[in-house]
């Protein structure tokens, strides 16, 4: 009987541990995994941006994800190796964003603005092919006319 105890209590807490492993909700990124990421500053028209570059894979998957908390002045920096139409999706997003899809030259080729947090499993992308996109908080490009020809200027250092 003692044998049986034990064994329903070993299965019992392995259950739980499982349960807890299983059913716990991921949150890729926080505010804190975002400071170890390099940054940039992006100026277009009257605004300086700090973007984290998301340079990888990994990062470029990672997005925004799980970031709860995004000043008007922060945003993220996707760096693809080739031009394309780079779809972006809204997964695990906690707030609503404006999308930018930047070509080589670093000009504005398409824009989404207040794109919401809800529309997951839709994918956004450029009908022209692009190799940067800038996620930025919603209302962003509104507020600071960012259209479609704008450039971007890069710099390590806020103007």
């Not at 739980?16 to 100026?43: I, N, R």
């Not at 964003?97 to 080589?104: A, F, G, P, R, T």
Request: net charge neutral; glycine share 6%; proline share 2%.
């Amino acid at each position: 009987m003692k044998k049986s105890k034990v064994i329903a209590v070993c299965v019992l807490i392995a259950g739980v541990v499982a349960g807890v492993f299983f059913l716990q909700k991921k949150t890729p990124a926080t505010e804190s995994t975002l400071s170890s990421y390099e940054y940039v500053y992006g100026a277009v028209n009257d605004v300086a941006i700090k973007l984290y570059v998301a340079d990888t894979v990994e990062k470029r998957v990672q997005g925004l994800s799980g970031v709860t908390n995004l000043q008007e002045d922060e945003g993220m920096l996707f760096v693809f190796p080739d031009n394309d139409t780079h779809g972006i999706w809204m997964k695990d997003m906690y707030i609503d964003l404006d999308i930018i899809w930047l070509n080589e030259d670093a000009k504005v080729v398409h824009v989404e603005r207040n794109v919401s947090k809800d529309t997951y499993p839709k994918v956004f992308e450029s009908k022209v092919r692009a190799r940067y996109v800038i996620e930025l908080h919603e209302e962003v490009t509104t507020k600071h006319k960012i259209e479609v020809g704008n450039a971007f200027k890069f710099s390590s250092r806020k103007n």
